[in-house]
């Protein structure tokens, strides 16, 4: 053994190659990037095929009958097709190319605002980032349907025993993310889908956390909506989806009004063009849509179970080496999570260990993490939370627990 410290078979320091970005240094020191969970790095595939865009096809798609514009046609719905196949969704067209997955959630909940009546009520979790929060308040304030949550418990699982009392026929729709992004607990999703149905609501989940560890099946979830972000993903940002069952996406009305969207206008009335393009107004992310594919086989190329297997070992060996040190406390101790760890120090900011840490070239992410309700029930301002990706190393998380313990010593 040349390491003193054993990894599995995984190859990460070839895997590591693949990321030019983890070569730089900062403050002089080796980046170790711990801040996952806020966006993934980009490995050399997915730059090269922004790169090949720009540099030998870049045109507007569909509308052209020149070549550029049919290669660029062509890969676009190419990677819509991966996609497809990635979440194994039944048709192509049930996956719409979006900005993102806080675009992915206020398309639908626009499209519910002409669905909800005032008696009808939508449920959320306690456990959700705000874009999964705000867009359902704002339904609510417009067409009068109460909003209702599900609480969690100290471990940061949620209380499905309460999801069942305040589950009616009255709900009409359920949101709930499929990893959470502050915690990193996973959600019982399967139960949470087929309790939901039972009362015949629908349910849309957000796996913009999920996606980097996990991959989805929307069909054998049966799952109605499920959305996604490039960036998280080793894609690139400003590019995400949402995945809706056929019929719901037919029953929805269009988000925004504009070019790609028509089927025919004339001044009198618009009739609305075919899925998936109803959705998908004026001129897309082309170029982050084929890099979102390209992203997408990368991670398929390494496998998922791989990734899951190899991530678990770092979460233990972090979660273990960070709990030496004295007055540390982690906040989400689900027994199902993934590789995020969100901490505090008795009586440090994080904010302050965060500074401190990242003179030392390590990126973690400190505050509320988009999640203020979670940070109240725990009656805290925010954690420090480092959240770890396939391409991050046992000696990274060595080098970060010196640093913490060298920041705890300083601040106390
Ligand atoms: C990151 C994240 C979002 C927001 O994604 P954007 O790409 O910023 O739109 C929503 N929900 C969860 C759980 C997230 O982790």
């Given amino acids: 053994m040349k390491n003193k410290i054993e990894h599995s078979k995984f190859d990460v320091e070839n895997i590591r190659k693949d990321f030019p970005i983890l070569s730089r240094k900062v403050n002089e020191k080796q980046l170790v990037y711990f801040d996952n969970a806020a966006t993934s790095q980009t490995p050399q595939v997915v730059i090269d095929a922004i790169v090949d865009y720009y540099s030998n096809y870049n045109a507007n798609i569909h509308r052209g009958v020149h070549t550029l ?3 660029a046609t062509d890969k676009y719905e190419t990677a819509r097709q991966k996609i497809q196949e990635h979440f194994n969704a039944k048709e192509r067209h049930e996956i719409i190319f979006t900005s993102g997955t806080t675009h992915s959630i206020n398309l639908v909940a626009n499209g519910f605002a002409s669905i909800l009546k005032p008696e009808d009520e939508i449920i959320v979790s306690a456990l959700e980032h705000h874009s999964n929060i705000v867009p359902w308040q704002m339904l609510c304030e417009k067409t009068g349907a109460k909003l209702k949550v599900i609480p969690m418990n100290q471990s940061g699982e949620l209380v499905m025993a309460d999801f069942e009392s305040i589950l009616s026929n009255q709900t009409k729709l359920v949101f709930v993310n499929h990893i959470s992004n502050a915690l990193g607990t996973i959600n019982p999703i399967e139960t949470i889908i087929e309790m939901a149905h039972q009362v015949g609501a629908a349910v849309l989940i957000d796996g913009a956390q999920a996606c980097p560890h996990i991959k989805p099946d929307v069909q ?17 940002t400003g590019v995400g989806m949402l995945y809706g069952k056929e019929e719901w996406l037919n029953k929805l009305p269009p988000y925004q009004g504009g070019g790609e969207m028509i089927a025919e206008v004339t001044f009198e009335k618009t009739t609305y063009a075919n899925l998936p393009h109803k959705f998908e107004a004026g001129t897309p992310n082309i170029c982050g849509g084929i ?122």
């Fill in 220 to 236: 054998a979830l049966n799952v109605d909506f499920y959305v996604a972000s490039a960036h998280k993903m080793c894609g690139p």
């Fill in 291 to 412: 890099a979102f594919g390209t992203a997408i086989d990368y991670m398929n190329t390494i496998g998922f179970d791989t990734i899951a297997t190899y991530e678990e070992e770092l979460l233990v060996y972090a979660t273990h080496k960070l709990l030496e040190i004295e007055g540390l406390k982690i906040y989400g101790t689900s027994k199902y999570k993934t590789s995020v760890i969100s901490f505090n120090i008795e009586n440090i900011h994080p904010y302050d260990i965060g500074t401190i840490v990242d003179k030392l070239g390590i990126a973690v992410r400190t505050g509320h993490h988009c999640a203020q309700p979670i940070m109240d029930f725990y009656n805290i301002p925010g954690t420090v939370r480092a959240s770890f990706s396939f391409y991050n190393t046992k000696e990274e998380i060595d080098t970060f627990v010196n640093a913490v313990k060298r920041a705890a010593k300083m601040l106390t």
């Fill in 69 to 71: 514009s049919q290669e």
